[in-house]
Nanobody
Framework: QVQLVESGGGLVQAGGSLRLSCAAS????????MGWFRQTPGKEREFVGA????????FYADSVKGRFTISRDNARNTVYLQMNSLRPEDTAVYYC???????????????WGQGTQVTVSS
């Protein structure tokens, strides 16, 4: 079992930056691939990016590529989402997730955090 908790969300102006954190419990954090997703009311949950458990390789959705960066600190059982050049359309609840596979598909992830709200004003 893994428990995830996100933090760092808030209100920011367009063009600004936020850094989200996802802290995981347990001693098995390094064995999981980690993903970030976001969801806006009335829409399906959208893939943001993911990081592999071994190599640390990352992959991002086209909508955030070049602006968002995922990193992980296994010693601290934490994964980060650095968000730069934020746009109003980035407004959403952001979730971190842990799974056995490195994937953009939601069903691959077994554990989810509670989410943190990110609001970008124009």
């Amino acid at each position: 079992q893994v428990q995830l908790v996100e933090s760092g969300g808030g209100l920011v102006q367009a063009g600004g930056s936020l850094r989200l954190s996802c802290a995981a419990s347990g001693r098995t954090f390094s064995s999981y691939a980690m993903g970030w997703f976001r969801q806006t009311p009335g829409k399906e949950r959208e893939f943001v990016g993911a990081v592999r458990r071994s190599s640390g390789s990352t992959f991002y959705a086209d909508s955030v590529k070049g602006r968002f960066t995922i990193s992980r600190d296994n010693a601290r059982n934490t994964v980060y989402l650095q968000m730069n050049s934020l746009r109003p359309e980035d407004t959403a609840v952001y979730y971190c997730a842990a799974g056995d596979s490195y994937s953009s598909r939601e069903y691959v992830y077994n554990y989810w955090g509670q989410g943190t709200q990110v609001t970008v004003s124009s």
